[in-house]
C-alpha cells in the first residue's frame, strides 16, 4: 500500500461507536497503519450494533462493525491494570496520532491525558471525541444521534408541520462528525510535520452539527442577523397542480416541474391537447383532483426508470424513489465500482462501499476485511518486544 497518500502514518484508534471508528476508517483506508484498541473478550460498541451477517449476532457479524474497521488491525488491551497501561505508552512512543472518544475525564483518571502522552511522544496529535466537548455545563450529558440531530436546530424544521418533528437518518449526524474529525486532526497533523510539535484536539460531536452542512449555519445565521425561524414545510407542496412525488408503474419517482416547463411536461405524459384548454394551467388549484387522477393514470403506465430517462432526457429532474436493493444492484453505481468486495474468513465476500475521493491511480483500497477481535495481538505486540511466552502471560493475567 505504498502507493497510498497516508501511507507510513501510525494511528492508534481507541474509539468505541460510530464518529470516532469512522474518522479513523478514513485513516485506515487511504493507507495509513491504524491499531483499533479494544476491551478484552467484549471489544468496541459497534460489534453489537445490527444488522449481522446472516441475523446472527457475534462479535464479528454487525455490518457496523465490518464498514467502519476495514484495514484496521485489532488488539485487546486492558487500560486498567499496570501494566496495560506500560503497554500503551509504549504504542505512544511509536504512533503520530490518538483518536478517542472516552467521556471527559476518563483519559485523565486512567492516568493517559495529553499532558502525560506527550511527553512520552512530543509529536503525538491526540484527538478527543465527545458528545459536548471536555469543558461547559453539557459536557458530561449523554447523547445519541438522535438527540445531536435536535439540539443542533436543524430538526425543529423537518417533519410535516402538522406532526412531531422528525430525524433526518439515522447516525447520519454521527457520520458527518467522522468526516469533520478526520479533516480536522489531517489539518493539525500537517502542521506537526511542519513544525515537529504535537497538539491536543478537543473535538465535540455537538459542534459539528452546530455548524454542519444539514443547514445549521444558515439557520442559525438567519436567525442571529434577522431574527427569523426556519419553519418546517410540507415537502411535497407543489408549485402548482404538478406532481412532486408521483407513484409509477413500479413504485415512486420524484419530480421537479417549474412552469415554464409544465407544458413539456404533459407532452411528455401524453397530454399535450389538453393544453388547448385554459382552464389546464399549472396554477389552476381548481384542476387539483382531477389532474391527480389522470397523472395516476398516466404515470402508471411506465416504470421509474422509464420516466426517469425521459425526463431527464430533456434535462427536466426527475429521479426514482428507490430502495436499498435498487442501489446495490443500479446499473449507475455498478459501473463507477461504488460497492468494492472484501473476503471474510469467516463469512466469504462482503461488499462494501468505497470511499468518495476518486483520483487515478485510486487512492483508496481496502485490502483487508475488519478485524475479528485482538486479531493482531501477536504482531503488535511482538513488534514492541513482547515475545510468545510473554504474551500468554499478559493474556493469562487479562492485561490483553
Known amino acids: 500500500m505504498a502507493d497510498q497518500p497516508l501511507s507510513g502514518i501510525k494511528v492508534l484508534d481507541l474509539t468505541n461507536h460510530i464518529t470516532g471508528a469512522f474518522c479513523a476508517k478514513q485513516f485506515a ?9 479494544e476491551k478484552i473478550g467484549r471489544g468496541c460498541h459497534t460489534r453489537h450494533m445490527p444488522p449481522f451477517i446472516d441475523d446472527k449476532p457475534d462479535l464479528d457479524s454487525s455490518l457496523y462493525f ?9 488488539i485487546t488491551l486492558n487500560l486498567k491494570t499496570k ?58 450529558y449523554k447523547a445519541s444521534d438522535l438527540v445531536e440531530f435536535a439540539m443542533g436546530g436543524a430538526m425543529s424544521s423537518t ?40 497538539d491536543y484536539i478537543d473535538l465535540s460531536i455537538m459542534e459539528t452539527q452546530l455548524a454542519g452542512c444539514e443547514r445549521r449555519t444558515s439557520h442559525l445565521l438567519t436567525y442571529q442577523y434577522t431574527g ?5 414545510v410540507d415537502p411535497f ?14 413504485g415512486f419517482i420524484n419530480l421537479v ?19 388547448d384548454d385554459p382552464s389546464w394551467n399549472i396554477f389552476n388549484m381548481e384542476k387539483q383532483a382531477e389532474a391527480q387522477k389522470l397523472f395516476d393514470i398516466c404515470f402508471s403506465q411506465k416504470t ?63 485490502h483487508r476485511s475488519a478485524p475479528t477481535l485482538g486479531q493482531d495481538n501477536t504482531e503488535v505486540y511482538g513488534s514492541i518486544g513482547y515475545s510468545i511466552p510473554d504474551q500468554s502471560l499478559l493474556k493469562a493475567n487479562a492485561v490483553i
Open 29 to 37: 483506508d487511504y493507507g495509513a497503519d491504524v491499531i483499533k484498541i
Open 66 to 74: 465490518q464498514y467502519l474497521n476495514t484495514n484496521k488491525k485489532s
Open 83 to 140: 501494566t496495560g497501561k506500560i503497554i500503551f505508552k509504549n504504542l505512544i512512543s511509536k504512533a503520530d496520532i490518538l483518536i478517542e472518544s472516552f467521556s471527559p475525564g476518563v483519559m485523565l483518571k486512567l492516568e493517559l491525558n495529553y499532558e502525560i502522552l506527550e511527553k512520552i511522544n512530543p509529536r503525538l496529535v491526540m484527538a478527543s471525541i465527545t458528545n459536548f466537548g471536555q469543558t461547559g455545563p453539557y459536557r458530561d
Open 159 to 198: 417533519g410535516l408541520p402538522q406532526l412531531n418533528p422528525i430525524n433526518k437518518a439515522r447516525d447520519a449526524c454521527l457520520f458527518e462528525s467522522g468526516l469533520q474529525s478526520w479533516y480536522a486532526i489531517m489539518g493539525v497533523y500537517m502542521g506537526t510535520l511542519r513544525d515537529n510539535i504535537g
Open 228 to 232: 427569523d425561524i426556519s419553519l418546517r
Open 237 to 250: 407542496t407543489k408549485i402548482g397542480i404538478a406532481p412532486r412525488m408521483q407513484r409509477t408503474k413500479d
Open 257 to 275: 416541474i417549474g412552469p415554464s416547463r409544465f407544458a413539456k411536461f404533459m407532452e411528455l405524459i401524453g397530454q399535450k391537447d389538453l393544453l
Open 304 to 366: 421509474r426508470k422509464e420516466w426517469a430517462s425521459l425526463f431527464q432526457n430533456e434535462g427536466m429532474i426527475c429521479t426514482p424513489l428507490n430502495k436499498p436493493e435498487d442501489i446495490c444492484n443500479d446499473e449507475h453505481w455498478n459501473d463507477r465500482e461504488f460497492f468494492r468486495e472484501v473476503n471474510h474468513p469467516h463469512f466469504g465476500t462482503i461488499k462494501l462501499p468505497r470511499g468518495a475521493v476518486r483520483v487515478s491511480p485510486d487512492w483508496w483500497q481496502v
